[in-house]
């Protein structure tokens, strides 16, 4: 019970720290609120599109994919991607640090530090689909808040590609995953081009 306690209390933070510092206006969700939603894609997508997964597993991983945030605080996905590979390496690097730290002296941290490793590490079907999933979520919430609130002049429309192919090449014949990205892309497309920001797709074209 003294473990379960302690574990509850590190992970609180989640509740108050937010997401899209550089790239949204005014106040936006955590990384607890984003947590949850993933794992509710999770549950209604994966059955609705047919994916063979291990669901219990894949919620598991959704609710833990970000836990290390808790001490390290999120990194806007807009910044990782301008400053490119070299500050995902340190930033896993201190996730993991922090998850070592939160699960190491408690009886079922390894449990924890597994299921956040698997997901980090990407070895699984159930890993990659809450990849795609994540990416594909701040589309949602992008497209779903307004554009109105998105703060550069440029829009890299190519953010969630990879994460969905490398499932789909993983999981064929399951494609399903690729339309749902396919018809949130487009809902944002037409929003940012009414906003007059600039559409730059997976070839590096633009768009006005």
């Known amino acids: 019970m003294e473990d379960i306690l302690i574990f509850l209390r ?11 510092g550089a790239s949204l206006r005014g106040k936006q969700n955590t990384v607890a609120a984003h ?22 597993r894949t919620l598991s991983l959704a609710l833990v994919h970000d836990l290390g945030e808790a001490k390290t605080g ?23 640090e922090a998850m070592r730290e939160m699960t190491g002296d408690i009886a079922f941290g390894k449990s924890v530090y597994d299921l956040w490793r698997e997901y980090t590490d990407q070895r699984t079907v159930e890993a990659r689909f809450v990849r795609a999933l994540d990416k594909i979520e701040g589309f949602l919430h992008i497209a ?7 703060i550069p002049k ?14 789909d ?13 396919d018809a949130v892309k487009k809902d944002l497309k037409t929003q940012f081009e009414k906003a007059g920001v600039e559409w730059i797709d997976a ?5 006005e």
């Open 35 to 56: 947590s949850w939603r993933l794992a509710l894609m999770a549950l209604i997508i994966g059955p609705e599109c047919r994916v063979r997964l291990n669901m219990g």
């Open 74 to 96: 999120d990194i806007d996905a807009y910044e990782q991607m301008l400053a490119g590979k070299k500050m995902t390496v340190r930033k896993t690097a201190k996730e993991d």
């Open 144 to 150: 779903e808040g307004g554009v109105e609130m998105y």
């Open 203 to 207: 070839a590096g074209s633009e768009s």
């Open 10 to 20: 590190r992970t609180k933070e989640l509740e108050s720290i937010e997401r899209y």
């Open 154 to 167: 440029e829009f890299h429309a190519s953010y969630a590609d990879a994460a969905v192919a490398a499932f």
């Open 169 to 181: 090449e993983a999981t064929r014949p399951f494609p399903e995953l690729k339309d749902l990205l």
